[in-house]
Protein backbone atom coordinates (compact mmCIF):
# COMPACT_ATOMS: atom_id res chain seq x y z
CA UNK A 1 0.00 0.00 0.00
CA UNK A 2 1.73 3.12 -0.89
CA UNK A 3 -0.42 5.79 1.26
CA UNK A 4 -1.43 4.17 4.44
CA UNK A 5 -1.24 7.37 6.50
CA UNK A 6 -3.39 8.52 3.87
CA UNK A 7 -5.58 5.58 4.11
CA UNK A 8 -6.03 5.73 7.80
CA UNK A 9 -6.68 9.35 7.85
CA UNK A 10 -9.93 8.71 5.68
CA UNK A 11 -10.87 5.97 8.10
CA UNK A 12 -10.71 8.66 10.94
CA UNK A 13 -13.23 10.69 9.22
CA UNK A 14 -15.56 7.43 8.58
CA UNK A 15 -15.33 6.31 11.76
CA UNK A 16 -17.03 10.05 13.07
CA UNK A 17 -19.31 10.47 10.72
CA UNK A 18 -20.41 6.52 10.80
CA UNK A 19 -20.41 6.51 14.27
CA UNK A 20 -22.49 9.72 14.98
CA UNK A 21 -25.57 7.45 13.38
CA UNK A 22 -25.13 4.62 15.13
CA UNK A 23 -23.08 2.64 12.67
CA UNK A 24 -18.95 0.94 11.96
CA UNK A 25 -18.32 2.62 8.55
CA UNK A 26 -17.86 -1.16 7.33
CA UNK A 27 -19.59 -0.57 4.01
CA UNK A 28 -17.35 2.30 3.25
CA UNK A 29 -13.95 0.48 4.54
CA UNK A 30 -14.80 -2.11 2.28
CA UNK A 31 -15.07 0.38 -0.52
CA UNK A 32 -11.56 2.51 0.22
CA UNK A 33 -9.80 -1.16 0.48
CA UNK A 34 -11.21 -2.87 -2.50
CA UNK A 35 -9.73 0.88 -4.35
CA UNK A 36 -6.65 0.34 -2.66
CA UNK A 37 -6.50 -3.40 -4.26
CA UNK A 38 -6.46 -5.07 -0.76
CA UNK A 39 -6.88 -8.68 -1.24
CA UNK A 40 -10.56 -9.80 -0.68
CA UNK A 41 -10.67 -12.17 2.28
CA UNK A 42 -8.05 -9.26 4.10
CA UNK A 43 -10.42 -6.40 3.17
CA UNK A 44 -13.51 -8.18 4.86
CA UNK A 45 -12.07 -8.92 7.90
CA UNK A 46 -10.03 -5.62 8.26
CA UNK A 47 -13.44 -4.18 7.56
CA UNK A 48 -14.99 -6.31 10.71
CA UNK A 49 -12.09 -5.53 12.97
CA UNK A 50 -12.86 -2.07 12.65
CA UNK A 51 -16.27 -2.38 12.90
CA UNK A 52 -15.89 -3.89 16.06
CA UNK A 53 -13.57 -1.15 17.42
CA UNK A 54 -15.61 1.97 16.23
CA UNK A 55 -19.13 0.06 18.09
CA UNK A 56 -17.34 -1.45 21.02
CA UNK A 57 -16.53 2.29 22.48
CA UNK A 58 -20.04 3.82 20.67
CA UNK A 59 -22.27 0.52 22.33
CA UNK A 60 -20.63 2.00 26.17
CA UNK A 61 -21.86 4.96 25.89
CA UNK A 62 -24.98 4.82 24.10
CA UNK A 63 -25.34 2.46 27.11
CA UNK A 64 -23.98 4.60 29.47
CA UNK A 65 -26.31 7.36 28.23
CA UNK A 66 -29.58 4.93 28.91
CA UNK A 67 -30.24 4.71 25.24
CA UNK A 68 -29.42 1.19 25.06
CA UNK A 69 -32.25 -1.17 26.30
CA UNK A 70 -30.77 -4.59 26.24
CA UNK A 71 -33.79 -6.38 26.84
CA UNK A 72 -35.85 -4.71 23.80
CA UNK A 73 -32.45 -5.56 21.88
CA UNK A 74 -32.52 -9.31 22.65
CA UNK A 75 -35.35 -10.52 20.23
CA UNK A 76 -33.26 -8.39 17.23
CA UNK A 77 -29.76 -10.10 18.18
CA UNK A 78 -30.89 -13.74 19.36
CA UNK A 79 -31.23 -14.97 15.06
CA UNK A 80 -28.68 -12.67 14.34
CA UNK A 81 -25.78 -13.99 15.34
CA UNK A 82 -26.06 -17.72 14.42
CA UNK A 83 -26.98 -16.81 10.83
CA UNK A 84 -24.17 -13.73 10.56
CA UNK A 85 -21.59 -16.37 11.25
CA UNK A 86 -23.32 -18.81 8.26
CA UNK A 87 -23.32 -15.82 6.51
CA UNK A 88 -19.71 -15.37 6.81
CA UNK A 89 -18.70 -18.63 6.15
CA UNK A 90 -20.05 -18.84 2.95
CA UNK A 91 -17.88 -18.42 -0.05
CA UNK A 92 -18.36 -15.55 -2.26
CA UNK A 93 -16.29 -13.84 -5.14
CA UNK A 94 -15.73 -10.06 -5.02
CA UNK A 95 -17.80 -9.29 -8.07
CA UNK A 96 -21.05 -11.00 -6.33
CA UNK A 97 -19.81 -9.56 -2.60
CA UNK A 98 -19.82 -6.05 -3.95
CA UNK A 99 -23.18 -6.04 -6.23
CA UNK A 100 -24.98 -7.42 -3.35
CA UNK A 101 -23.54 -4.93 -0.92
CA UNK A 102 -24.40 -1.76 -3.39
CA UNK A 103 -28.01 -2.48 -3.80
CA UNK A 104 -28.52 -3.43 -0.19
CA UNK A 105 -27.13 0.30 0.61
CA UNK A 106 -28.91 1.55 -2.17
CA UNK A 107 -32.33 0.58 -0.47
CA UNK A 108 -30.98 1.67 2.92
CA UNK A 109 -31.00 4.32 1.69
CA UNK A 110 -34.21 5.17 0.24
CA UNK A 111 -35.66 3.66 3.43
CA UNK A 112 -33.76 6.13 5.75
CA UNK A 113 -35.23 9.20 3.76
CA UNK A 114 -38.59 8.22 3.92
CA UNK A 115 -39.26 7.16 7.13
CA UNK A 116 -42.09 8.74 9.01
CA UNK A 117 -41.06 11.88 11.24
CA UNK A 118 -44.08 11.18 13.94
CA UNK A 119 -43.86 8.75 16.47
CA UNK A 120 -47.33 8.50 17.82
CA UNK A 121 -49.23 5.47 19.71
CA UNK A 122 -51.24 2.66 18.06
CA UNK A 123 -51.00 0.16 20.77
CA UNK A 124 -52.27 -2.88 18.53
CA UNK A 125 -49.76 -2.02 15.73
CA UNK A 126 -47.08 -1.02 18.27
CA UNK A 127 -47.76 -4.90 20.17
CA UNK A 128 -47.59 -6.61 16.81
CA UNK A 129 -44.17 -5.16 15.31
CA UNK A 130 -42.79 -5.52 18.63
CA UNK A 131 -43.45 -9.05 19.38
CA UNK A 132 -40.45 -11.33 19.66
CA UNK A 133 -41.64 -12.99 16.79
CA UNK A 134 -40.60 -9.44 14.56
CA UNK A 135 -37.57 -8.88 15.96
CA UNK A 136 -36.31 -12.37 15.18
CA UNK A 137 -37.36 -12.23 11.57
CA UNK A 138 -35.71 -9.05 11.44
CA UNK A 139 -32.30 -9.40 12.88
CA UNK A 140 -31.80 -12.89 11.80
CA UNK A 141 -32.35 -11.70 7.76
CA UNK A 142 -30.45 -9.18 8.26
CA UNK A 143 -27.93 -10.51 10.17
CA UNK A 144 -27.49 -13.18 7.22
CA UNK A 145 -27.28 -10.50 4.82
CA UNK A 146 -24.95 -8.42 7.14
CA UNK A 147 -22.33 -12.09 7.37
CA UNK A 148 -23.02 -12.26 3.88
CA UNK A 149 -22.07 -8.44 2.60
CA UNK A 150 -18.86 -8.52 5.55
CA UNK A 151 -20.17 -5.53 7.33
CA UNK A 152 -22.19 -5.20 10.40
CA UNK A 153 -25.64 -4.96 9.38
CA UNK A 154 -26.80 -1.62 11.84
CA UNK A 155 -26.53 0.15 8.35
CA UNK A 156 -29.87 -2.36 7.15
CA UNK A 157 -31.47 -2.34 10.55
CA UNK A 158 -31.89 1.29 11.30
CA UNK A 159 -33.79 2.22 8.21
CA UNK A 160 -35.76 -0.66 8.99
CA UNK A 161 -36.72 -0.29 12.69
CA UNK A 162 -37.61 3.48 12.24
CA UNK A 163 -39.26 2.64 9.63
CA UNK A 164 -41.89 0.77 11.69
CA UNK A 165 -41.58 2.61 14.70
CA UNK A 166 -39.57 0.49 16.95
CA UNK A 167 -38.13 3.03 19.13
CA UNK A 168 -36.68 6.59 18.96
CA UNK A 169 -34.23 7.60 16.46
CA UNK A 170 -31.21 7.76 19.23
CA UNK A 171 -32.66 4.61 21.15
CA UNK A 172 -32.46 3.05 17.24
CA UNK A 173 -28.92 3.97 16.93
CA UNK A 174 -27.98 2.40 19.86
CA UNK A 175 -29.58 -0.52 19.29
CA UNK A 176 -27.95 -1.07 15.69
CA UNK A 177 -24.24 0.05 17.36
CA UNK A 178 -24.76 -3.13 19.67
CA UNK A 179 -26.48 -4.86 16.55
CA UNK A 180 -22.78 -4.58 15.14
CA UNK A 181 -20.76 -5.46 17.49
CA UNK A 182 -22.67 -8.41 18.18
CA UNK A 183 -22.55 -9.09 14.34
CA UNK A 184 -18.98 -8.24 13.48
CA UNK A 185 -17.70 -10.71 15.63
CA UNK A 186 -19.78 -13.60 14.49
CA UNK A 187 -19.25 -12.42 10.76
CA UNK A 188 -15.48 -12.39 11.58
CA UNK A 189 -15.53 -15.64 13.30
CA UNK A 190 -17.56 -17.18 10.49
CA UNK A 191 -14.79 -16.16 7.96
CA UNK A 192 -11.96 -16.78 10.37
CA UNK A 193 -14.21 -20.45 10.46
CA UNK A 194 -13.57 -21.06 6.66
CA UNK A 195 -10.42 -19.15 6.09
CA UNK A 196 -7.02 -19.03 8.17
CA UNK A 197 -7.63 -15.44 9.75
CA UNK A 198 -6.65 -12.84 7.43
CA UNK A 199 -5.54 -9.31 9.37
CA UNK A 200 -1.81 -7.94 8.54
CA UNK A 201 -1.16 -6.18 11.23
CA UNK A 202 2.01 -4.66 9.86
CA UNK A 203 -0.08 -1.74 7.92
CA UNK A 204 -3.58 -2.58 9.15
CA UNK A 205 -2.70 -0.81 12.72
CA UNK A 206 -2.83 2.73 11.49
CA UNK A 207 -6.18 2.17 10.27
CA UNK A 208 -7.71 0.34 13.56
CA UNK A 209 -6.18 3.36 15.79
CA UNK A 210 -7.63 5.78 13.37
CA UNK A 211 -11.22 4.46 13.51
CA UNK A 212 -10.60 3.98 17.33
CA UNK A 213 -10.33 7.82 18.04
CA UNK A 214 -12.96 8.20 15.15
CA UNK A 215 -15.08 6.34 17.07
CA UNK A 216 -14.99 7.82 20.07
CA UNK A 217 -15.63 11.48 18.91
CA UNK A 218 -18.37 10.50 16.82
CA UNK A 219 -19.99 7.97 19.27
CA UNK A 220 -20.58 11.42 21.70
CA UNK A 221 -21.43 13.81 18.82
CA UNK A 222 -24.74 11.58 18.35
CA UNK A 223 -25.81 11.22 21.97
CA UNK A 224 -25.15 15.05 22.76
CA UNK A 225 -25.25 16.87 19.45
CA UNK A 226 -27.24 15.87 16.70
CA UNK A 227 -31.26 16.06 16.38
CA UNK A 228 -33.04 12.83 14.99
CA UNK A 229 -33.67 14.64 11.64
CA UNK A 230 -29.58 15.68 10.79
CA UNK A 231 -29.04 11.55 11.95
CA UNK A 232 -31.41 10.06 9.45
CA UNK A 233 -30.50 12.58 6.65
CA UNK A 234 -26.87 12.62 7.28
CA UNK A 235 -27.18 8.54 7.74
CA UNK A 236 -28.67 8.63 3.87
CA UNK A 237 -26.65 11.02 1.85
CA UNK A 238 -23.73 8.81 3.51
CA UNK A 239 -25.16 5.41 2.40
CA UNK A 240 -26.37 6.38 -1.29
CA UNK A 241 -23.18 7.47 -1.76
CA UNK A 242 -21.42 4.67 -0.93
CA UNK A 243 -24.02 2.50 -2.58
CA UNK A 244 -23.55 4.47 -5.97
CA UNK A 245 -20.13 4.29 -5.85
CA UNK A 246 -20.33 0.73 -5.33
CA UNK A 247 -22.44 -0.08 -7.98
CA UNK A 248 -20.50 2.07 -10.91
CA UNK A 249 -17.65 0.30 -9.72
CA UNK A 250 -18.68 -2.87 -9.63
CA UNK A 251 -21.98 -3.19 -11.95
CA UNK A 252 -22.30 -0.36 -14.90
CA UNK A 253 -18.34 0.43 -14.94
CA UNK A 254 -18.54 3.99 -16.01
Known amino acids: ?20 VGFGGGSSYIALLSLAGI ?18 GGTFIFYQQGYL ?6 PIIIASIPLAFLG ?23 LLWIQPQSHKEDNTTQRAIRS ?3 GVTIGGGIGFLSGIVGIGGGIFL ?14 VAAIASFFILVNSIAGLVGQWAQHPPYLDLEWSWPLLLAV ?4 QIG ?33 FGF
Open 1 to 20: MDNPLLLALFFFLIAIFYSS
Open 212 to 215: FFGG
Open 219 to 251: SRLTTQKFSNSTIKRTTAVLVLIASLKILNDYL
Open 158 to 171: SPVLNLIRWSRPKS
Open 69 to 74: NLKRTL
Open 88 to 110: GYLPLSADILFIVLGFSLLVAAI
Open 132 to 134: NTA
Open 39 to 56: ELYVLRSTALMCNIIVVS
